[in-house]
């Protein structure tokens, strides 16, 4: 089992940017996929970005694509979501999540994912 908190939320304007973390408690971190999801108010949550074992499988949603980056450091049992030119659309509530892996694979769905973290505001002023 795993346990995940995210940090680094916050309030900024518009083209700003944002490092969230997601530490990971456990040795097996480095046999689990990552992934950091979304949930604005109101709506669904939603994918924006996995990663596999190694850091080197990834995915990154198309509404945030060449804005944010994932990246993980299995040493620290951290991932991290780079986001760069934020825009008031991207506010929401962060979340990361893991999910044993048999192979080095990204996740996508949601439902793929066991472990989940309370979750980080993120809110971008225009």
């Known amino acids: 089992q795993v346990q995940v908190v995210e940090s680094g939320g916050g309030l900024v304007q518009a083209g700003d940017s944002l490092r969230l973390s997601c530490a990971a408690s456990?040795?097996?971190?480095?046999?689990?996929?990552m992934g950091w999801f979304r949930q604005a108010p109101g709506k669904e949550r939603e994918f924006v970005a996995a990663?596999?074992?190694?850091?080197?499988?990834?995915y990154i949603a198309d509404s945030v694509k060449g804005r944010f980056t994932i990246s993980r450091d299995n040493a620290k049992n951290t991932v991290y979501l780079e986001m760069n030119s934020l825009k008031p659309e991207d506010t929401a509530v962060y979340y990361c999540?893991?999910?044993?892996?048999?192979?080095?694979?990204?996740?996508?769905?949601?439902?793929?994912?066991?472990?989940w973290g309370q979750g980080t505001q993120v809110t971008v002023s225009s």
């Open positions: 999540a893991a999910a044993r892996a048999a192979s080095d694979i990204v996740r996508i769905s949601r439902v793929s994912y066991e472990y």
């Open positions: 456990g040795r097996t971190f480095s046999s689990y996929a």
């Open positions: 990663v596999g074992w190694s850091g080197y499988s990834k």
